[in-house]
């Protein structure tokens, strides 16, 4: 007789995408870049808004302020490739993308990858780079891909430019086109601490650079899964009316020579989706629209000449968009 074995059921594997845990995620990643950067939540949550909305991030502000550090903070809690690429007056296009070389001993053109082939790419003061040499960033960062010679070479993925410049007032500097600007998802600006943090940061630099105690807390998967769910967060019909019809007065204000594209558009609705995201929703709300206006608006419209008043063009962007803000009904 056939002796049967009887085992207790087991239980079902553990799916890894339903365990996955998305704001467990996201506060190890916030909280190794403000164990750096002090006192600057919102500019940090910001940065990873540009990062899982699949944009491009530009921050601008004064010498010696954290720009470059911030930048390298969060390439380096990502487990992703990274390079950083110093802009000045004699780099070439080349220096960027990459170039052919002849190789003598087989006798053919062999391809050599420039570091914009990298995961995350640091554009280091950027504006210091002749326009020749900026422009050789605009087909990566609208496209993935770079073609050299008639050969298109796709980058790889997760891909993210995160560029710094000096304010265009300063000298030596070359101002980014607008072509170029509205490839940038977000501006940001971080700002001088207060004395508080300020007083951290001194007492931190003591014996170590603090860069040093930050380690990877997410893999190039985990940042493809948020991304992912950030596109799957519900925008509400009556939202999406909403940012349209602040893009609209954009466009229509008298104030300005340029209003936003539809690039600009679909930046604002996909920084909504991230932002929800990290804040540990699965749908957007006005105040996302509303606090996300000025970061992803104010480098992408032109204030017209006879309206200004001020050689600080970004405060008047931020007057007139907040002008435009308080004219748009807020749906409820």
């Not at 008639?150 to 710094?164: H, K, N, W």
């Not at 501006?187 to 943090?197: E, F, K, Q, S, T």
Request: net charge negative; with cysteine; charged share 25%.
């Amino acid at each position: 007789m056939r002796d049967w074995i009887t085992t207790e059921p087991q239980p079902a594997a553990e799916n890894p995408i339903l365990a996955f845990d998305a704001n467990g995620k996201i506060s190890q990643l916030q909280a190794a870049i403000e164990r750096v950067i002090k006192g600057k939540s919102e500019t940090v949550k910001f940065a990873l808004v540009a990062l899982l909305a699949k944009g491009h991030l530009l921050i601008e502000d004064v010498p010696g302020i954290g720009k470059t550090t911030l930048s390298n903070a969060l390439a380096r809690a990502l487990d992703l490739s990274f390079q950083r690429i110093q802009f000045t007056s004699d780099l070439l296009p080349s220096d960027v993308i990459g170039l052919s070389v002849f190789n003598q001993r087989s006798g053919n053109f062999e391809w050599n990858a420039g570091p914009i082939f990298s995961n995350i790419v640091l554009a280091d003061e950027i504006n210091r780079a002749t326009p020749k040499t900026q422009s050789a960033l605009l087909e990566a960062m609208a496209e993935e891909q770079v073609t050299v010679e008639g050969v298109s070479r796709p980058l790889p993925l997760p891909f993210m430019v995160i560029a710094t410049q000096n304010p265009t007032e300063h000298h030596g500097t070359y101002p980014l086109p607008e072509s170029q600007l509205d490839r940038f998802m977000m501006r940001l600006h971080i700002g001088y601490p207060n004395m508080a943090d300020e007083r951290k940061i001194l007492r931190d630099r003591e014996s170590v650079n603090p860069l040093e105690y930050v380690r990877p807390v997410m893999t190039e998967a985990d940042v493809s899964e948020l991304q992912t769910r950030a596109s799957e967060v519900r925008v509400d019909d009556a939202l999406v009316e909403y940012l349209l019809n602040i893009v609209d007065l954009t466009r229509k204000s008298e104030a300005l020579e340029l209003g936003i594209s539809p690039r600009g558009t679909l930046a604002l609705f996909r920084s909504a989706q991230a932002l929800a995201l990290i804040e540990g929703r699965d749908f957007c709300t006005p105040d996302d629209i509303k606090r996300l206006v000025m970061p992803c608006f104010t480098h992408r419209i032109i204030v017209h000449s006879r309206s200004s008043s001020t050689r600080n063009k970004t405060r008047e962007a931020e007057a007139i968009l907040q002008d435009i803000l308080q004219k748009t009904t807020v749906p409820v």
